[in-house]
């Protein structure tokens, strides 16, 4: 079964600061990777997903990005964080077949101030 | 996509058997039903899976009605531990697809 890692776990940054969160995968190959947020008490938004190498899909505009630049990594980032990108990220992967499931890493909690 | 919808919340005690449902009205043929357990500052954690009739695993059953716009998520003897969100997620999930959840329900378990 894949193994989804992601740090740091928590993370508190000024407004306007740049952003890098990074996921790696392990025990499968070419998985499709997801990266959520999910603010209090609410559900997951979906951000960006990827089906392979430089291919990213974006789900919401917003001031962040998303880069795949291994088959198993991961990145999240902004240049300019603002006070309502706080939130739980979660980094999901899925090996992309038919009735197959999400592994989800343990999530990063960013606190913008 | 298939859209789903569950009940927002619910409540039961220790020892009894839950069951909750969910609505996917617009389910494609070739798609799968698949159920999530989530605690709080945790990721979602994969429950069961089907396509069609019943599943059954070490801790829930899965009830799939022969037309497929809804299914029921059994936890039989739930404890204190059960309390969480539980996602209903209905897709083919294959190459090129993404994964989106809903609102889900919030299941507490009292004494």
């Known amino acids: 079964s894949q193994t989804i890692h992601q740090w740091p776990a928590t993370l508190v940054q000024p407004v306007g600061s740049p952003l890098s969160l990074e996921c790696t995968v392990e025990?499968?190959?070419?998985?499709?990777l997801y990266w959520y947020r999910q603010a209090a008490g609410r559900g997951l938004q979906l951000l960006f997903y990827?089906?392979?190498?430089?291919?990213i899909s974006s789900e919401v505009p917003q001031n962040l990005s998303a880069s795949r630049p291994q088959d198993r990594q991961f990145i999240l980032s902004s240049k300019k964080l603002l006070l309502s990108d706080s939130g739980f990220y979660l980094c999901?992967?899925?090996?992309?077949?038919?009735?197959?499931?999400?592994?989800f890493g343990p999530g990063t909690r960013l606190l913008v101030l | 996509l298939a859209k789903t919808t569950q009940p927002i919340s619910m409540d039961s005690y220790e020892g009894q058997e839950v069951n909750i449902t969910c609505s996917h009205n617009?389910?494609?043929?070739?798609?799968?039903i698949t159920w999530y357990q989530q605690f709080p500052s945790q990721g979602p954690r994969f429950i069961i899976q089907?396509?069609?009739t019943k599943v059954t695993n070490e801790v829930a059953s899965l009830f799939i009605p022969a037309d497929r716009k809804s299914s029921t998520l059994s936890l039989p003897r739930v404890s204190l531990s059960d309390t969480a969100v539980y996602y209903c997620?209905?897709?083919?999930?294959?190459?090129?697809?993404?994964?989106?959840f809903g609102s889900g329900t919030r299941l507490s378990i009292r004494p």
């Open positions: 997620l209905v897709g083919l999930y294959s190459s090129a697809s993404k994964i989106i």
């Open positions: 999901a992967g899925h090996g992309g077949r038919a009735g197959g499931t999400q592994y």
């Open positions: 089907g396509y069609k």
């Open positions: 990827s089906v392979g190498i430089g291919q």
């Open positions: 025990g499968t190959s070419n998985p499709n």
């Open positions: 617009n389910i494609a043929t070739n798609d799968y």
